[in-house]
T-cell receptor, first 112, second 112 residues
């Protein structure tokens, strides 16, 4: 089955700097890769997603890139703000069973 | 607000007991997913239902069971509870199989 790894597990950046979180997946047939943001004690919320027929997608300060050959995808946050502090989860969808497998998460701290 | 509701918000019970967690998906969504999130842990996929039928299973213990009813709401039953079952339990829904998932607010279960 699908396995998703995520790095780093923790990340601290200064406000205004960029943050990059990287994920790798094992199932080359996976075709959908969402990213979720979870604030402490809250529900995970979808922030951006990308499908396997697209290499990059942007939404304001957030972008995701996908390299199907290398089986990795990354989240880029530019001009970070304190409210970006949260745990970020990447995920990949198994096509065989439509299960979405989550990475272990990255705790991002943006220091004012 | 994602449109997914979960009850109760909090549940405190004793070891050996049985509890039922309830989830109502977004209007029109056919798929329901259950996840367990222990303290400082990632999202562990438990089970998925699609239009009343079990679609995919994750690392769900035999002591746990779930079902999706004709009105599409779902219940997760946890029995013979152990201290290690204390966690946040999230429900998510999506329009079809494997689509973008929208999470409910979660039920925090504490087993004493």
């Amino acid at each position: 089955g699908e396995n998703v790894e995520q790095h780093p597990s923790t990340l601290s950046v200064q406000e205004g700097d960029s943050a990059v979180i990287k994920c790798t997946y094992s199932d080359s047939a996976s075709n959908y890769f969402p990213w979720y943001k979870q604030e402490l004690g809250k529900r995970p919320q979808l922030i951006i997603d990308i499908r396997s027929n697209v290499g990059e997608k942007k939404d304001q300060r957030i972008a995701v890139t996908l390299n199907k050959t290398a089986k990795h995808f990354s989240l880029h946050i530019t001009e970070t703000q304190p409210e970006d502090s949260a745990v970020y989860f990447c995920a990949a969808r198994e096509t065989s069973y439509d299960k979405v497998i989550f990475g272990p998460g990255t705790s991002l701290s943006v220091i004012p | 607000d994602s449109g997914v509701t979960q009850t109760p918000k909090h549940l405190i019970t004793a070891t050996g007991q049985r509890v039922t967690l309830r989830c109502s998906p977004r209007s029109g969504d056919l798929s329901v997913y259950w996840y367990q999130q222990s303290l400082d842990q990632g999202l562990q996929f438990l089970i998925q239902y699609y239009n009343g039928e079990e679609r995919a299973k994750g690392n769900i213990l035999e002591r746990f069971s779930a079902q999706q009813f004709p009105d599409l709401h779902s219940e997760l039953n946890l029995s013979s509870l152990e201290l290690g079952d204390s966690a946040l339990y999230f429900c998510a829904s999506s329009p079809n199989k494997g689509d973008t998932q929208y999470f409910g607010p979660g039920t925090r279960l504490t087993v004493l």
